[in-house]
Antibody
């Protein structure tokens, strides 16, 4: 079964750091670009970041640029999102997502999400 | 405020045809293909349309997508109660150099 499972969310104080993980199974992880998308409580979907299959190409939303770092370990079938200088408006459910085969942005497989709460 | 503009709500009765619009710019819809996602509360989104009008396997053919210029639409024919959900459009944006989602449309089946 093709699956993405996120973890690492939790409660963190403003200014703090957190690292999210997303473990892939059921497909050849190393051949896919992968994304992080977040959704604040009661709000819409917001794209966060994207990384190429080999990790050499990364892109970020302006709202997280310089604070978040996307990376991957293809040997461990795992995607990461390192988050620093967290703010209240980073509070959201964070999803990792994989596109359709041979595409970059048609996000077809999604994890169940991990919740990040930034609060004092 | 999202650069891809969707109506916040839409509604229809069972069997009816409903259309949800998504308005963008040359830097996004005008230059790149559009996706549509369905999301139920508390669950992950599901890809319903990609490349403007293509349906992934398993998506009913009651759902169709179209695009003209800098606007796109999702049409749902033969509306069913289980179609009641949030729908989001998305497209790559050259100005932002990132993937852009619309604000979402809550579809209610009356």
């Amino acid at each position: 079964e093709v699956q993405l499972v996120e973890s690492g969310g939790g409660l963190v104080q403003p200014g703090g750091s957190l690292r999210l993980s997303c473990v892939a199974s059921g497909f050849t992880f190393s051949t896919y670009w992968v994304h992080w998308v977040r959704q604040a409580p009661g709000k819409g979907l917001v794209w966060v970041s994207r990384i190429s299959s080999d990790g050499s190409n990364t892109k970020y939303a302006d709202s997280v640029k310089g604070r978040f770092t996307i990376s991957r370990d293809n040997a461990k079938n795992t995607l990461y999102l390192q988050m620093h200088s967290l703010r209240a408006d980073d509070t959201a459910v964070y999803y990792c997502a994989r596109p359709l085969p041979e595409t970059k942005n048609n996000l077809d497989v999604w994890g169940q999400g991990t919740t990040v709460i930034v609060s004092s | 405020q999202s650069v891809l503009t969707q109506p916040p709500s839409a509604s229809g009765t069972p069997g009816q045809r409903v259309t949800i619009s998504c308005s963008g710019r040359n830097s996004n819809i005008g230059s790149h293909s559009v996706r549509w996602y369905q999301q139920f509360p508390g669950t992950a989104p599901k890809l319903f349309i990609y490349r403007d009008s293509q349906r992934p396997s398993g998506v009913p053919d009651r759902f169709s997508g179209s695009k003209s210029g800098t606007s796109a639409s999702l049409a749902i024919s033969g509306l069913q109660s289980e179609d009641e959900a949030d729908y989001y459009c998305a497209a790559w944006d050259d100005s932002l150099n990132g993937l852009l989602f619309g604000g979402g449309t809550k579809l209610t089946v009356l």
